[in-house]
């Protein structure tokens, strides 16, 4: 049995309020929700203990009732989000299906917060009650799946780091109009006039087999790759 002194500890491994003392005023949901508009609003720098207090209208001191740092709202923030995806669906359809829609899911999860990845690459991802959740609900929509439970751990990652690549790439698209990253059109235009200069045999190859490139559609890319991906991680192979 683990030592007490070494057992890890959350924000969640203690109850929401002490035996003792008067009501809290706030639940830890509102202070989550709180935070979380603060930093949609400003960036996740703008999240302290103080702004978030300010934003509360009470003194800072007041939050460590609460909360016992810094670290650990961002934590309750980071599970507040994983709180916004919509688990109620029954298991037990087409398992890609159903994996792809979560996918989905989480994607637009970190377009609405895009401070998230940055806060999971920082600290690492502290699963809270609503992430554990999520991995439990993954999980059953994989039973029918063929793979091992290892597989389906890695297949599960892969679709959250899929998420967020795809979040990252929408959240740094520029306005139409941008040469140097806003259209699409253009930049194949110019790919493929240096594939035709002849210094680049494989790639003009590859081109000039792929034809023309599908319109340019965030949503059906994410789709086509997970869909490729994950059948393949689980070793059933592209469908």
Do not use: C
Not at 1 to 26: I, K, L, N, Q
Not at 60 to 76: F, I, Q, T
Not at 195 to 216: C, I, K, N, Q, S
Request: net charge negative.
């Amino acid at each position: 049995m683990a030592d007490r002194g070494t057992r890890p500890t959350t924000v969640w491994s203690r109850p929401e309020r002490g035996a003792r003392g008067p009501a809290p005023e706030r639940s830890r949901t509102q202070i989550a929700a709180a935070a979380l508009a603060l930093a949609d609003a400003e960036g996740l720098a703008a999240v302290s203990m103080r702004a978030l207090a300010q934003r509360l209208g009470t003194g800072p001191a007041s939050l460590y009732r609460y909360v016992g740092s810094r670290d650990e709202l961002l934590d309750l923030m980071a599970d507040a989000v994983a709180g916004e995806l919509d688990l109620s669906g029954a298991t037990g359809g087409d398992w890609l299906d159903d994996l792809v829609g979560l996918a989905l899911q989480s994607r637009d999860a970190h377009v609405r917060h895009p401070w998230l990845a940055d806060l999971n690459d920082r600290r690492g991802e502290v699963l809270g009650p609503h992430a554990i959740d999520y991995l439990d609900h993954a999980l059953g929509i994989l039973a029918p799946a063929p793979g091992t439970a290892g597989q389906k751990l890695e297949a599960i990652g892969l679709l959250g780091g899929l998420a967020v690549l795809f979040a990252r790439r929408e959240a740094a698209a520029t306005p139409a109009g941008d040469p140097s990253t806003g259209d699409p059109a253009g930049r194949a235009a110019h790919l493929a006039a240096v594939a035709a200069e002849g210094r680049h045999p494989h790639l003009l190859a590859a081109l000039t087999a792929a034809g023309a490139p599908p319109p340019a559609d965030r949503d059906a890319l994410f789709v086509r790759l997970l869909r490729r991906l994950l059948p393949a991680m689980l070793g059933q192979g592209e469908p």
